[in-house]
């Protein structure tokens, strides 16, 4: 089986974005092709989405996607922004019933981790690397030595005594209508908290967000170094496609 080229799908609170990615490269070799997230964004109505995606490029072969929320072998376990009735439902049988091409789910953040730390700003950093994505929810990925731990849901821990995404996060900073750098404090109080709880030797900022990061860096103090991500808001749909590599290679045996 030819893995070379994987369709890689990112669903986001806002968007659902694909692209066929040459999964030896670690870049896209089509444009990419979005559709806003149907509201409400059900299981339903998100594999619809899903399916005119992979029409849209044609698609026969496997197919990667990352999705908001806790996955744990295909089955989603939480959904902070997207409709609740996705939770313990199997993501792989409902992509690849609405597809028709074998799809492997996981963790939108953890996809865009994979891509960073293989092609982009991660490659090569020892240690103890975390990867935060800034979009409607915030992502967060650590790698240590080069090696994941999956799921890991640190947007959600307590600043303030609420959760730090409500706080932190792209959605919030337009939600209340903050200058760049209002948000960017907050940001970096959120950074410091995480830098005292996993000490990361590295951290690099990723999603929608990291487009803008001229705007906002320089308020950052931690003591490890924050970078922008390099393939920003495509790491999510490469990393999936790579993941969804992994799997196939695994259940072909080879
Ligand atoms: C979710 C995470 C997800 C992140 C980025 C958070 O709200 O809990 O699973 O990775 O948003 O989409």
Redo the contacts with the bound molecule.
């Keep these: 089986m030819k893995l070379k080229r994987i369709l890689g799908i990112d669903i986001?609170?806002s968007g659902v974005k694909g692209g066929i990615v040459d999964t030896k490269k670690g870049i896209l070799i089509t444009e990419r092709y979005r559709i806003p997230t149907p509201q409400p964004a059900t299981p339903e109505a998100v594999a619809e989405v899903v399916g005119k995606i992979a029409k849209h490029f044609k698609w026969e072969g496997p197919i990667g996607a990352?999705?908001?929320?806790?996955?744990q072998q295909g089955i989603a376990r939480?959904?902070?922004?997207v409709d609740n009735s996705w939770i313990d439902k199997d993501l792989n049988k409902l992509f690849s019933n609405a597809t028709g091409c074998n799809t492997h789910v996981v963790?939108?953040?953890?996809a865009a981790g994979m891509a960073e730390v293989k092609f982009g700003a991660g490659n090569g950093k020892k240690g103890t690397l975390l990867l935060v994505?800034v979009?409607?929810?915030?992502?967060?990925?650590i790698f240590s030595n080069g090696k994941l731990v999956p799921?890991?849901?640190m947007?959600?821990i307590l600043l303030h005594g609420a959760d730090a995404?409500l706080y932190a996060?792209d959605a919030a900073r337009k939600k209340h209508n903050m200058d760049w750098d209002t948000w960017a404090k907050r940001f970096n109080e959120y950074l410091l908290r995480m830098e005292e709880l996993v000490w990361p030797d590295h951290i690099i900022i990723g999603?929608g967000a990291s487009k803008k990061g001229d705007k906002f860096f320089h308020h950052f103090t931690t003591k490890a170094k924050v970078v922008p991500a390099k393939l920003m808001n495509e790491a999510g749909i490469v990393g999936a496609a790579m993941v969804s590599k992994y799997y196939t290679k695994l259940e072909s045996g080879k």
């Design positions: 986001g609170g990352g999705f908001p929320g806790v996955i939480t959904a902070a922004n963790n939108d953040a953890d994505t979009g409607t929810g915030l992502g967060t990925v799921n890991l849901e947007g959600h995404e996060t999603g």
